[in-house]
């Protein structure tokens, strides 16, 4: 049997779709699990009729690889990814590559890097954006690290990234955690999209008193000027949505938002270089104060544009 192009640890929702995506551009994937059962029912199911194969262990993982070897971890960020990372080594030889495509806080990435690069392994860290369906048809990738690496990856990185105008969405972004830094900005600026679109719907829900349909609308006719993109096309789509019951559904949603952290890595990182990212600083504090609001009391009367009568500007802020 041909040896595998890339072994692929972490069959949750991204690395599944990783795997049918590197699976679809023609390389040989290698899939394994911490819990192994995953390996064979992702085997029976999701990959059924495809080149991928499965291991049952890391010692038969490594074995099923061309070398240099291209390891690639989609864990959750933090313990598991040094744990797996201390696993390989020894199953390694120098010139082999580690690569982390979780959401990892980029100085452990530089710490990977200078831990693995002492030992003759080449570590990247990379971004990967796009959600699941990124994932399935094509993210967007932020590869940094060790730069020895980047001829071995790229064939397989630039061709299943997304592809814009026939330019793939994806490069050598920088050494060490530059990979992971520039995800972290990336999402942080997310987190400054996001806040300005919620601004924007509180203000039309809660002083203009549009109507959900309307709302729509106006996201609907942004999303053909300038503000073209994805979070104002979803947010259109999200404000029409309706339930089974066809009132709609967003009222229903419990009116909070919690936060995963690269919003705050990056005010952090802002705050550590001296950069006024003011913005994304806003929207980590929204966030915590969305948090907040779980405790408060909110009385029913003042909670609506339905209510009898318009608020006065302090209850609007007290809301
Ligand atoms: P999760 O972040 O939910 O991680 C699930 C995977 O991590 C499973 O393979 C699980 O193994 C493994 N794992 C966990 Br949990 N704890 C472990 C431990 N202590 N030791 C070893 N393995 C462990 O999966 P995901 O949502 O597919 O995301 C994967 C990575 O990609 C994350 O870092 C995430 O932040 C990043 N990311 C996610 C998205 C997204 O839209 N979801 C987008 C971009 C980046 P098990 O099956 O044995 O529990």
């Known amino acids: 049997m041909a040896q595998a192009d890339i072994a692929l640890i972490g069959l949750a929702v991204m690395g599944q779709n990783l795997v049918l995506n590197m699976n679809d551009h023609g390389f040989v994937v290698c899939a394994f699990n911490r819990t192994v059962s995953k390996v064979d029912s992702f085997l029976a199911n999701e990959a059924k009729g495809t080149q991928v194969v499965g291991a049952h262990s890391l010692q038969e993982m490594v074995s099923k690889l061309k070398k240099p070897r291209r390891v690639m971890m989609l864990v959750k960020a933090g313990q598991a990814v040094d744990d797996f990372i201390n696993q390989l080594i020894p199953l390694l030889e120098p010139g082999d590559i580690i690569i982390d ?84 900005v990336h999402n942080g600026i997310e987190y400054g999209d996001m806040q300005l679109i919620c601004e924007a719907y509180h203000l039309m829900k809660d002083v203009l008193c549009m109507e959900q349909d309307e709302m729509a609308k106006a996201f609907e006719d942004w999303n053909k000027t300038e503000l073209d993109s994805f979070l104002i096309e979803i947010t259109a789509d999200i404000l029409k949505f309706r339930d089974t019951d066809s009132k709609h559904l967003l009222p229903k949603i419990r009116d909070t938002a919690g936060q995963k952290g690269t919003g705050k890595w990056t005010a952090i990182s802002a705050l550590e270089f001296g950069i006024p990212v003011t913005l994304i600083g806003e929207a980590v504090f929204a966030r915590c104060l969305s948090s907040l609001k779980e405790e408060r009391i909110v009385h029913p009367s003042t909670n609506s544009c339905h209510s009898s009568r318009r608020r006065t500007p302090s209850e609007l802020r007290t809301h």
């Open 101 to 184: 495509g979780g959401n990892s806080e980029y100085r452990d990435s530089t710490r990977r890097c200078k831990d693995l690069k002492a030992r003759g392994i080449l570590f990247v860290g990379s971004g990967v954006s796009g959600g699941e369906d990124g994932a399935r048809y094509g993210p967007s990738l932020m590869p940094g690290g060790d730069p020895a690496a980047w001829p071995h990856i790229k064939p397989i990185f630039q061709s299943i990234a997304a592809q814009v105008e026939g330019e793939p969405c994806c490069d050598w972004v920088g050494e060490e955690g530059a990979g992971h830094f520039v995800k972290m």
